[in-house]
């Protein structure tokens, strides 16, 4: 069927977009301490000329609206700092200073917004700092705000389980879903009307120095209520919806209601294109459903950490109950399909929204997309395999390329077929065909180029700005091979915040399990961080090349061929790189206190104060050099668009 766009004589997002504006970052850049650009928004003046032919319409005018830059009241004693990173800061005013709700990604960016906020409203120091949510664009920024020392006696609120989850997702595959964010976000490619024009929740992703300070403060209940240098809040945790740990929050006194990025200006994604566990859509749509009820009446604004608010009750109840009907439909009609016996791609073709929902802008796909978010609700019930004996066993991409070629009549007529293909405009087959080729043989320089040409004309027709992104990125690298800056998100603070099993599985994953078939060690760690100076003892086991471990209360029931106490900053020395001896070998432990935050965020630099003793060993030292040397490094450069 034709697309059915919104209305662009529909001027009240650009209306919103702007109302409140006080005043911008002039320059709109941002630098790091070394000079080097870390957010330019300035970048981005092309958006104001009218839409080329080598960009879609609808996402055009999204990007000029992600774009708009500068600080913002949202109502009296709430304002926001928009168009400064990927995400939005808000500050609410209190009795003696402001709190600070998601500080963006990096500490540059924070500290621009918050002193253009200073610059418009006076200085004022932080009282609280809020997290809505465990992604890295709502914390990483904290140190811009409140540097090392500035946190003493400053609590820092966040929902039940967020620091697990804001640390975790790196532990486990954070390699290839860095690589395959700078493919989402469009990293080195131009900003331009041919080039990256966005990415639907925001225009970029800052590339400065990420932090993080743990909560101090935990929401555990909706309906919890606290209150913060003055300002009431009342909660409503949203488990398992955008983020696995995230809260809405209302201002009872400014009628304001805080709904972090459960409810934003597109279409969210179910399953992010650069790899993630598949979010539930189901209970995503019956928590905007709760708080639709929950906070009724009693708010006069909504505002996210994305985009821009909506003003007037009943208009945020409107938005509300499309996005959880945007939510809810997605997740039914892919499940009645499915139960019709259609595959995830066929349902990816079939299924459409209704025309109410077609017609809102705040439910196009400009982040996440009907089509791969249906994709993602069929994968979190039923997985990879469609059920098609075909596809039990498939060759992988190589060997599929080979025959593919063969059977087309060898390279020079697969070519010409794919080239009459995208002459005739059917893109998708064509790319599908140039990619066997190119499969088949990586140096085919002709069929790089032809595909990469497919690719620029799919993604410059693509409403969705991380399928635009996508795609041009996959045909830059056709040309140019890998180039670019690698999306990093390690920080001392981060690793500090990983718990000693999460760091023990670091190591399991990356031991190359072929090599270490015929080993077997047993190692316990004790860790001596805290008053006790007895932490657990956590049992590590090298057996069949895969490493387990466990935590071992009471005297173990068999010797370990090494006994290593140790603080958990001595352990990511040794994970590091460093010796037992380069950090001290001894036959006591201290406290291992150190020179930390208070919030346990102190680093391998940092805490050492005089109290702590080096590592505490028994038993063959050699066992944890075998160990790390079966680890891996992978290659974050890894080929996507290539063999």
Known sequence: MAETLPSFED????????????????????????????????????????????????????????????????????????????????????????IVIDPLISVETAAAAFALYKKHRGDRPVTAVIYTHSHGDHFGGVRGVLAHGAEA???????????????????????AMSRRAGYMYGVGLPK??????????????????????????????????????????????????????????????????????????????????????????RIWARYLDEAIEFFHGRYDVGFASHHWPTWGHDNVVGFLSEQRDLYAYLHDQTLRLLNEGYTGVEIAERIELPPALRKAWHARGYYGSLSHNSKAVYQRYLGWYDGNPAHLWALPPEEQGRRYVEVAGGPAAALAKARAYAEDGDLRFAATLLDHLVFADPANREAKDTLAGVYERLGHGAENATWRNF???GA??????????????????????????????????????????????????????????????????????????????????????LTLSLTKAQLLGLLAGKSIEDLGNGTETGTGAGRGTGNGTGTEADTGTGTETGIGAEGETALLTRLLAYRTKPDPGFPIVTP
């Not at 209306?15 to 000079?35: C, E, M, Q, Y």
């Not at 400053?154 to 039940?160: D, K, Q, R, S």
């Not at 990093?488 to 399990?513: R, Y």
């Open 471 to 473: 795609y041009l990125r």
């Open 192 to 281: 331009a009307p041919d080039g990256q024009i966005g990415v639907g929740l925001g225009a970029d992703t800052s590339t400065g120095t990420i932090s993080l300070i743990p909560p101090t403060v935990d929401i555990t209940r909706t309906g919890q209520e606290e209150t913060v240098d003055g300002v009431r809040i009342v909660f409503q945790l949203t488990p398992g919806t955008e983020a696995p740990a995230e809260m809405n929050f209302l201002f009872p006194d400014h009628r304001a209601l805080c709904l972090a990025e459960n409810a934003t200006h597109n279409m969210h994604n179910v399953l992010t294109l650069r790899g993630a566990v598949v979010r539930d859509s």
């Open 11 to 98: 001027t009240t997002d650009f209306d919103n977009a702007d109302r409140g504006f006080i005043g911008a970052l002039v320059p709109g850049v941002v630098k790091s301490d070394d000079g080097r650009v870390v957010w330019d928004n300035d970048a981005y003046g092309f958006l104001e000329a009218d839409c080329p032919d080598t960009a879609h319409p609808s996402l055009w005018r999204q990007a000029r609206l992600c774009t708009r830059q500068g600080l913002y009241e949202v109502t009296e004693g709430i304002y926001q700092v928009r168009g400064l990173d990927l995400s939005n800061m808000t500050l609410v005013e209190g009795e003696r200073g402001v």
């Open 153 to 175: 006696g400053v609590p820092i609120l966040a929902p039940a389980g967020f620091l697990e989850h804001a640390v975790s997702e790196n532990v486990y595959a954070g390699t």
């Open 476 to 561: 830059q690298e056709l040309r140019e091979g890998v180039t670019g800056e690698m999306v990093d998100v390690s920080n001392p603070e981060m690793m500090m915040a990983l718990t000693v099993p999460m760091l023990i599985d670091s190591i399991a994953i990356a031991i190359d399990g072929p090599r270490a078939w015929d080993d077997e060690m047993v190692i316990d760690l004790i860790l001596t961080d805290g008053p006790a100076q007895a932490g657990p003892r956590h049992r590590l086991t090298l057996h069949n090349g895969a490493l387990t471990h466990r935590e071992v209360t009471g005297p173990p029931r068999t010797p370990a061929g």
